[in-house]
């Protein structure tokens, strides 16, 4: 257990719907990460926030918003769903959101655009 | 630009063989970390080890152990013994101090996928 927790574990929607994936981090860390894992792009980094401020973006797409909130618990809200935004969606945390601190994932978030 | 090889797509041994998956990286920094991750048939991913690039030394935990090699870029994973339970996918991934330094974000591969057949 990696003490990142993430809700909901799965999720069947359908096209041009909206979801939000929920995340709470490891107590003590203060940095939030979102990835999605497809098969066709692997692993790949979303967005990254810092103590409630984003600080670095990956390959979000514009339909896709994230945020941590005061108490550090983060949303990532995926919108106007494509069948191509099924995957495996995780959110990992660290202590400060630095390059040397190990990141820790959550056990992911499966979701389905049927 | 930087990047995280593993040209090892599927390994399929039969149990207590060892195995060594391999690890290829790209980064322009000289400060910076590499990992290995573990994501079992249940999808969860698992930190397995950090490495920092001023740390060549190499590392050994029960059964497993990884050999870094700066002058090649190489960072590998070796299961010794291997077990059914380590049939799962598994990552190597890269942060960068300079580049990413205040950010942090992993640069991973795309995967072995171990199958340890009994």
């Known amino acids: 257990d990696s003490g990142v927790t993430q809700t909901p574990k799965h999720l069947i929607t359908a096209t041009g719907q909206r979801v939000t994936l929920r995340c709470s981090p490891r107590?003590?860390?203060?940095?939030v990460y979102w990835y999605q894992q497809s098969l066709d792009q692997g692993l790949q980094f979303l967005i990254q926030?810092?103590?409630?401020?984003?600080?670095a973006k990956g390959n979000i797409l514009e339909r896709f918003s994230a945020q941590q909130f005061p108490d550090l618990h983060s949303e990532l809200n995926l919108s106007s769903l494509e069948l191509g935004d099924s995957a495996l969606y995780f959110c990992?945390?660290?202590?400060?959101?630095?390059?040397?601190?190990?990141?820790?994932f959550g056990e992911g978030s499966w979701l389905t655009v049927v | 630009a930087q990047k995280v090889t593993q040209a090892q797509t599927e390994i399929s041994v039969v149990e207590k063989e060892d195995v060594t998956l391999d690890c290829v990286y790209e980064?322009?920094?000289?400060?910076?970390?590499l990992f290995w991750y573990k994501q079992p048939p249940s999808g969860e991913l698992v930190f397995l080890i950090r490495?920092?690039?001023?740390?060549?030394q190499n590392e050994i935990s029960g059964r497993y152990s990884w050999n870094f090699q700066k002058s090649t870029s190489s960072f590998n994973f070796t299961i010794t013994a291997s077990q059914v339970v380590d049939s799962a996918v598994y990552f190597c991934?890269?942060?960068?101090?300079?580049?990413?330094?205040?950010?942090?974000?992993?640069?991973f591969g795309k995967g072995t996928k171990l199958s340890v057949k009994p």
């Open positions: 990992a945390s660290s202590v400060e959101g630095q390059a040397r601190n190990t990141i820790y």
């Open positions: 107590s003590g860390d203060l940095s």
């Open positions: 926030y810092y103590n409630g401020e984003e600080r």
């Open positions: 980064t322009r920094d000289t400060t910076y970390y």
């Open positions: 490495r920092n690039s001023f740390d060549e």
């Open positions: 991934a890269l942060s960068e101090e300079a580049y990413g330094g205040s950010q942090g974000n992993l640069i």
